[in-house]
């Protein structure tokens, strides 16, 4: 049975238990391991029923996604589990699953072959595959309705979240709930089953439903998965294969599910949200910074300034628990903060997001004040102040004096140099930039930005408080722009370009948004307030080459007071409900300004536009790598997908790239290089990889191994 499965007695029941640390994945051996403790079980007289119960902190988190990455890239595939589910199911003794922790995947699909499912409190169980680009592959599209229903199996494989126990409970998908001790009281449950029927699930059909019942679910779900899964096959394919279930017998709908879960593990997008998924783990591995680095305890925290950012990350360490002092400059702009805190918080709950007693006990949480007094006592302070570095300096300095010694100073800015910041004070090794996007309480990403002085506890403890706040953090250098900033900005120069070349708006925005960006890049401008850019422009102007071209039309609109939604106009004009709608005028403007600037104007392709922007981030993000900015190819793209609405099932500009192929990106970049000039130079790791025929993932790779 080797080491990852063994098989115990309890009196006349027997235990299989997993051992595949640290999630109990279905790696080579295990399915074997389980397979031969249910032969024991059958031959055993003295034995009446097992539980099959998960080592360590879950029961099993689906089938070993680096063997399925391995799958996707052309290793031939076995039997897969659905043997072993059908032997486990055949077994003329009763096998009750115990779940703790999480049955995903995989896991799920086994515990659905056992005859009975008994779960702890805190357990949770769903299909996530649809998550990494696939669907279930041993018959959970199958089994799940007909224990759970069409209705919610649809959901579940299409969407992926997963079921709190309490729901599995009600959904007949667990059959008791356990208070205590999980093995003993599933051994309890399995002595009682002598007299009872030993249930197949795939026998089963009492929840199957009717063809009138099930069609407007299967359109509904059709309907929601190609507007709020944009661009994705998996959830279509998983709606596919409940479908089957319905309508034929179980060994068909199996056939059905196989032959869509292969045509979904061997597409691209399988292969990036696998890549995703590691990526997004691998983050947290931070070279020199040990796992057992010490950690500062973060138990209070205080904001500076109550403004977009400052709200938002109130909310974002009330939500953790951590109670948070709030100090504004007057009491003008803390009212007006702490009211579109509360707003924030009442639309959380018309929305269903919280309860109100969830957002009642965060409010108190969070204390507004205009002095820095409190600050003494707290063991992080974050910065959301006007974006100078004189203010910025002056709020350090005085922190640095009220704030305890180890207490963390973090600056949110997102442009400045965290290293003059920090000079602002006498503990430079405390200095971190924590980059949060707009809006704060929503974005998933976090930039963590790495001072020349930051310490590797300040480093770690940042981190560990990214994962607490819900947050994933990406460990960044001090550059300007940071990561992702300073990659979008020569994204946004191209679309803007592309106007001024004869494009339209709603071209330029069209083509990123079927490539499946959140929202196109002129589109987000008017969101994010053209006027910010506008400014940043202004002041570093005396830093821009002579010579050199730079887009003005946005710069042209701000003249005019277009900043965007807020005044109503931007590259859109803004009903009263904030929608976008496409405005001659600016169609127009442009035009003209394009033939006071003698920019000769062409019919562009949707090609051109797609490549120009991409490629822009992609040299850009070639270029921060090779500088150390960033750690992998893989963290720009976490970056990428958590922060500026990149589609994860191109798995990350970076990733994107690769499946482009690095030859034909450096190619078409060294056309723009000789059609556009200098802007364009190839970023020298972009050639080396290309002359050498590798990718940013082979570059990975190959850094990885020299660590
Ligand atoms: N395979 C391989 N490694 C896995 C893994 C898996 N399924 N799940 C987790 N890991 C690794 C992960 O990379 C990390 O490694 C460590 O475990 C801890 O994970 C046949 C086709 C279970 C909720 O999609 O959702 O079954 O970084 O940091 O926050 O139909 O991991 O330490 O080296 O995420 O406590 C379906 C994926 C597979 C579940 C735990 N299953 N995993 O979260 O820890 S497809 C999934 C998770 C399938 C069948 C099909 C989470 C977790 P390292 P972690 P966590
Ligand atoms: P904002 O103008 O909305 O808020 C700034 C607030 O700081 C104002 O309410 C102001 O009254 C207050 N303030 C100024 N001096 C102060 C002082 N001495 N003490 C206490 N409060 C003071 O600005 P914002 O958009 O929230 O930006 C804040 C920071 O976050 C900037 O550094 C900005 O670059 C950065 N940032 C902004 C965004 C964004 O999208 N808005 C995204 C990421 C980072």
């Known amino acids: 049975m080797g080491d990852l499965v063994q098989f115990t007695k309890s009196g006349n029941v027997g235990v ?54 391995k799958m996707a890239a052309g290793k031939p595939r076995g039997a897969g589990l659905l043997p072993l589910l059908l032997k486990i199911e055949d077994c003329r003794k009763p096998v009750v699953a115990a779940i703790h922790g999480t049955a995903l995947g995989g896991g799920m699909e086994t515990a659905m072959a056992c005859h009975y499912r008994v779960a702890v409190r805190s357990a949770k169980v769903g299909q996530p595959e649809v998550k990494l680009g696939i669907i279930p592959g041993a018959a959970g599209t199958q089994r799940l309705p007909r224990l759970a229903g069409v209705a919610k199996a649809v959901e579940m494989c299409s969407e992926g979240n997963p079921v709190a126990a309490e729901g599995a409970l009600r959904l007949g998908l667990i059959d008791k709930l356990i208070n205590g001790d ?182 108190k949480l969070i204390q507004p004040t205009l002095s820095l007094d409190g600050f003494a006592d707290v063991d992080l302070v ?37 290293d003059e910041i920090a000079s602002a004070t006498h503990r430079p090794q405390f200095v971190v930039g924590t980059h949060f996007f707009s809006p704060a309480n929503v974005m998933r990403l976090l930039e963590i930005v790495r001072g020349k002085a930051t310490s590797k506890e300040v480093i770690a403890t940042s981190m560990q408080l990214a994962k607490k706040l819900g947050k994933v953090g990406v460990l960044v250098g001090n550059c300007r722009g940071f990561v992702g900033n300073r990659m979008f900005h020569p994204y946004v120069r191209e679309s ?45 102007r005396h830093l821009e080459k002579r010579g050199i071209r730079q887009p003005f039309a946005g710069d042209r609109l701000c003249e005019m007071g277009r900043f965007g939604q807020k005044t109503g106009r931007g590259w859109y004009k803004y009903d009263e409900n904030r929608r976008a709608i496409p405005d001659p005028e600016v169609t127009a403007l442009v035009r003209k300004w394009a033939a006071e600037a003698k920019i000769p104007q062409r019919q562009i392709t949707r090609e051109e536009i797609l490549d120009r922007c991409l490629y822009a981030l992609v040299n850009e993000g070639a270029r921060i790598l090779e500088e150390g900015y960033a750690l992998r190819p893989g963290d720009i793209d976490i970056i990428y997908i958590n922060g500026y609405g990149f589609p994860a099932h191109r798995g990350g500009p970076m990733w994107y790239a690769d499946t482009v192929g690095l030859k034909n990106v450096y190619h078409r970049i060294l056309e723009f290089h000789k059609q556009h000039g200098e802007l364009w130079e190839p970023a020298p790791l972009l050639k080396q990889l290309a002359a050498q025929g590798k990718t940013f993932a082979d570059y990975s790779m190959e850094k990885r191994a020299t660590a």
């Open 496 to 540: 803007v370009f592309l106007l001024e070349e004869g494009a339209s708006v709603q071209e330029v925005d069209s083509v990123l948004y079927d490539f499946g960006m959140a929202m196109g890049p002129l589109a987000v401008g008017d969101l994010a307030g053209l006027d910010v850019g506008w400014r940043i422009r202004k002041e570093y």
């Open 382 to 418: 974050i910065e959301a102040v006007f974006e100078g570095m004189a203010l910025k300096k002056e709020v350090f300095a005085q922190l640095d004096k009220v704030c305890k010694p180890g207490a963390i100073l973090a600056s949110n800015t997102s442009t400045l140099d965290i």
């Open 182 to 363: 999980l093995l003993a009281g599933a051994i309890a449950f399995a002595q009682e089953l002598a007299a009872k029927p030993i249930p197949k699930t795939r026998e089963r059909h009492d929840k199957l439903g009717t063809p009138e019942q099930n069609a407007p679910v299967f359109a509904a779900a059709r309907e929601n998965a190609r507007k709020k899964q944009r661009g994705l096959l998996a959830p279509l394919a998983a709606i596919d294969a409940v479908e089957a279930a319905t309508k034929m017998p179980f060994g068909e709908g199996c056939q059905v599910e196989q032959t869509l879960f292969v045509e979904c593990l061997t597409s691209p997008q399988a292969k990036a949200l696998m890549h995703v998924f590691f990526a997004e783990r691998e983050v947290a591995k931070i070279p020199d910074i040990p796992k057992d680095t010490p950690l500062i305890p973060v138990k209070t925290a205080g904001v500076v300034g109550a403004g977009t950012m400052g709200g938002g990350i109130s909310m974002v360490l009330a939500n953790a628990g951590i109670p948070v002092l709030v100090k504004e400059a007057d009491q003008a702009a803390l009212d007006r903060g702490t009211s579109n805190i509360q707003k924030n918080y009442a639309n959380s709950v018309k929305r269903g997001r919280f309860t109100q007693q969830f957002v009642d006990e965060r409010l």
């Open 16 to 69: 299989i238990t997993i051992n595949n640390p640290p999630v109990n994945a279905l790696s080579p051996g295990v399915p074997e391991g389980i397979s031969d403790a249910i032969d024991q079980l059958q031959k055993d007289d003295g034995l009446k029923a097992a539980v099959l119960i998960g080592g360590g902190s879950t029961f099993i988190a689906g089938a070993d996604i680096k063997e399925l990455e």
